[in-house]
């Protein structure tokens, strides 16, 4: 399983970002997939989460109401819309692939990892 996100980069605050997460194999669509966040200096932290059939999501409180999650599964791919950005979204974003069967934010429920986008938000 491969993951490759993209999209980052450099915007200025109150902008809008779109990531995506491209995902090889044929079985993306059997499941959860979930989208962290590692700030300088921090712990990586849950962004958003999403079921299989994209039909449930779950956001962190920083996030909620401003990102939205999606995926399309026909394309292997997951999304991440950011509006209404912050100086404190900066941060590398990774989207990951979700193998355990506990709680969809705990990073350690998710076995696959991709490399990582940057987001700069500047002021």
């Known amino acids: 399983v491969q993951l490759q996100a993209s999209g980052g980069g450099l915007v200025e605050a109150g902008g809008s970002l779109r990531l995506s997460c491209a995902a090889s194999?044929?079985?993306?669509?059997?499941?959860?997939m979930g989208w962290f966040r590692q700030a300088p200096g921090k712990g990586r932290e849950f962004v958003a989460g999403?079921?299989?059939?994209?039909?449930?999501?779950e956001y962190a409180d920083s996030v909620k109401g401003r990102f939205t999650i999606s995926r399309d599964n026909a394309k292997n791919t997951l999304y991440l819309q950011m509006n209404s950005l912050k100086i404190d979204d900066t941060a590398v974003y990774s989207c990951?692939?979700?193998?355990?069967?506990?709680?969809?934010?705990?990073?350690?429920?998710?076995?696959?990892w991709g490399q990582g986008t940057l987001v700069t938000v500047s002021s």
């Open positions: 194999g044929r079985t993306f669509s059997n499941y959860r």
């Open positions: 999403i079921s299989s059939s994209g039909g449930s999501t």
């Open positions: 990951a692939r979700k193998t355990g069967y506990g709680n969809p934010w705990r990073e350690d429920e998710y076995g696959y």
